[in-house]
């Protein structure tokens, strides 16, 4: 298995909006996303601190991706 990237909140939150996720509600520092095929997930929002390994893989599992797929999409 792949390992999973080192990211902060500030660039994860534009790849999630490069792949089509838009902000629908925030509270606190927890971001709340939707896909228009009806997805969601939360993220926090921290801009400048790294997200936890277990709180990525979560995230990643929400988008119904693989590592290898989210990794290449954070790359582009």
């Known amino acids: 298995m ?3 990237p080192v990211v902060k ?3 994860l939150l534009k790849t999630l ?3 089509g996720f838009l902000k629908y509600h925030q509270v606190g520092s927890h971001v ?3 896909h228009a095929d009806g997805r969601r997930t939360t ?3 921290h801009p400048t ?3 936890r ?3 990525l893989k979560a995230i990643i599992d929400d988008l119904n991706m693989s590592i290898e ?3 290449k999409a954070l790359k582009n």
């Open 32 to 34: 709340q996303l939707k």
């Open 49 to 51: 601190q790294e997200i």
């Open 17 to 19: 909006n490069k792949l």
């Open 2 to 4: 792949p390992k999973l």
């Open 69 to 71: 797929e989210f990794s």
């Open 43 to 45: 993220i926090p929002y």
């Open 9 to 11: 909140a500030r660039q």
């Open 53 to 55: 390994r277990g709180t």
